[in-house]
């Protein structure tokens, strides 16, 4: 067999091998490339939407038992690669960074700045380039989680500044802006300057994900904050109690109102499970993620457990993703992680959806 005919036996092969995100075959999409046959060695890449797509290793494993099972194949060798898309915009800020993704939550206390801080790492540890924008400007808590020194930025041509570093992860937050345990006292018009700073001053360079913790959705402050920015969508965070997911509606319900995507929700909190027994207790109750996403018709993005290790971790400037990777909390973020991206890529691929991904943010108490 020539190795042309090898080369179409392959492809007719491949296209027998199924995206269950975006519901097509791996060569219409275009993920196939470089291939080469030579001898019966079969080589070639599989190049996905994100490095954090949570079913690489069962797509690489079927193209390799599918391309073996052809006649003539004495070897197969894939080599599982990523580019990620980026969504349309026509904002003039950010055109450097692929896909925006907002966390929100209708209350505090909920955990909302802790899965942003380990989404972007979960983000980071899969290869992805990404940044990090702490925009809860009354409570910047994560440098404190990151382990940071609150110091300011450094400047850059224009006016503009750097983002801080840490954990290969960009980082920006109104706590760079004044002195460690000072309050941040600011007016409305204030808040959204700094805003507009974060997105239109700061040297993101080039990113696949910025994801932006965002400040609670209401409070006991009547606050009005306006800004523009291309969101590829937004990730609700509740705790299982009705009463979390009764506030984490309206999250979802702003998002619609001003035409950005509803990735899913997360139920933050989930479960605490005993060294002792070993055996889930669902502390808050449970089920509220669950609930709200079904009644929303939005994906549910998975549950976190209850780990004081979760909040060691924040204290001490580690996040659980670092300090204990196979902790159950650290894989249910990894798995978070690929499903965020999932989604975006979906949104992406979707004909059927035109996102206006300009919108007006506006939390009044």
């Avoid at 898309?85 to 950010?94: N, V, Y």
């Avoid at 609150?150 to 041509?157: E, F, H, L, M, S």
């Avoid at 984490?248 to 950005?260: E, I, L, S, Y």
């Amino acid at each position: 067999m020539s190795d042309q005919d090898l080369q179409v036996k392959i492809i007719g092969a491949l296209k027998t091998v199924m995206d269950p995100d975006l519901n097509k075959n791996i060569v219409d999409l275009g993920f196939v490339k470089n291939l080469e046959t030579k001898d019966g060695k079969v080589k070639f890449d599989v190049e996905l939407t994100t490095p954090a797509c949570p079913v690489k290793e069962e797509l690489k494993n079927e193209c390799q038992t599918k391309v073996g099972e052809i006649e003539g194949v004495k070897d197969v060798t894939v080599n599982m690669t990523s580019n990620v898309r980026p969504s349309e915009h026509q904002q003039p800020i950010l055109t450097g960074v692929k896909n925006i993704i907002a966390v929100a939550s209708g209350k505090g206390g909920v955990g909302k700045s802790t899965v942003s801080t380990n989404l972007a790492i979960a983000l980071s540890l899969s290869g992805a380039k990404v940044g990090l924008m702490d925009a809860d400007i009354y409570g910047p808590s994560i440098p404190k989680m990151l382990g940071m020194p609150i110091k300011p930025p450094k400047g850059a041509d224009n006016n503009k500044f750097f983002p801080h570093e840490k954990y290969n992860l960009k980082v920006i937050s109104a706590a760079f802006l004044t002195e460690e345990g000072q309050p941040l006292m600011l007016r409305g018009p204030m808040l959204g300057g700094i805003i507009q700073q974060f997105l239109q001053n700061v040297e993101w360079g080039e990113l696949d994900y910025l994801v932006i913790d965002l400040p609670p959705g209401t409070g006991d402050v009547q606050l009005t904050l306006t800004q523009r920015a291309p969101l590829s969508g937004g990730v609700i965070v509740t705790t299982p109690q009705q009463i979390s997911a009764i506030d984490a509606d309206k999250g979802v319900k702003m998002f619609r109102q001003v035409k950005v995507p509803v990735l899913g929700v997360i139920e933050n909190m989930s479960y605490f499970v005993c060294d002792g027994c070993d055996k889930k207790h669902f502390i808050f109750q449970s089920g509220a993620g669950q609930k709200l996403a079904d009644d929303s018709k939005v994906p549910f993005l998975g549950d976190i457990p209850l780990i004081p290790d979760v909040v060691a971790g924040g204290d001490t400037g580690v996040p659980i993703l670092l300090s204990n990777p196979d902790s159950p909390a650290s894989l249910a973020y990894k798995e978070l992680a690929g499903k965020v991206a999932a989604q975006i890529s979906i949104n992406q691929a979707s004909a059927e959806k035109k996102i206006d991904s300009s919108f007006e943010l506006a939390w009044k108490a």
